[in-house]
């Protein structure tokens, strides 16, 4: 692991301890114009952790801090997720699969956060899962299924949906599961298709209701 350290970053607010691990995507040309950026001053972002194609990890911010990868946004009812949380930026613009090196180193930093901070496979999340409708990475061409299979994200799980579905229950049992950000109802399932079914289209149907199960039973 490489240390480039970035400027943009403080101290975690209220006495708060990382409880959540937030991916993003870099959507750049490369995996070092992304550093640069988190490191550039006058950008005022960064984040914690930046793995590259080639599965090269750089850290930016120390763990302990307070990084800026999240903004606006909110997960279980609680905000301030920069405070709440450690970024991950993944080299990819979205468009495309990620690579298995990535892939793989991504897996050992995540064994290591959740061990370090006793962070569940329920607080790995995306950063559309926290801001439905502003973001929408990490997008629909990550895997979430593999990190899931490992215990190193949450295990959707099946469900028996209402014989007819319609957004107030769909929105209640999103709520349940930690989709607690302001969104209207189609940006709501947006954000839920994009982390568990990220091709789907068409109108709210009882396969949406699925994969919010588990979560929602944990809460």
Known sequence: MQVQSSPNCGDRRDGLTPGLIVI???????????????????????????????????????ETARAWHAGAGEWRGQNDINSRSIGIE???????????????????LLRGIMARWNIAPEGVIGHSDMAPGRKFDPGP???????????????????????????????????AAGFTGDASDEVLLEAVRLRFRPFATGPLCAADYAPLAQNALRT
């Open 24 to 62: 993003h995507y870099t959507a750049m040309e490369s995996a070092q114009a992304a550093i640069d950026r988190l490191c550039d001053p006058s950008a005022e972002v960064s984040a914690h952790y930046l793995i590259a194609a080639d599965g090269a990890v750089t850290q930016m911010v120390e």
């Open 90 to 108: 993944l080299d990819n613009r979205g468009t495309h699969p990620f690579s298995a090196p990535l892939m793989d180193s991504l897996e050992g």
């Open 141 to 175: 061409h990550f895997d979430w299924p593999r990190l899931a299979r490992q215990g190193l994200a949450a295990q959707p799980a099946n469900m028996q949906a209402p014989p007819v579905p319609d957004w107030q229950s769909f929105r209640a049992m999103a709520k």
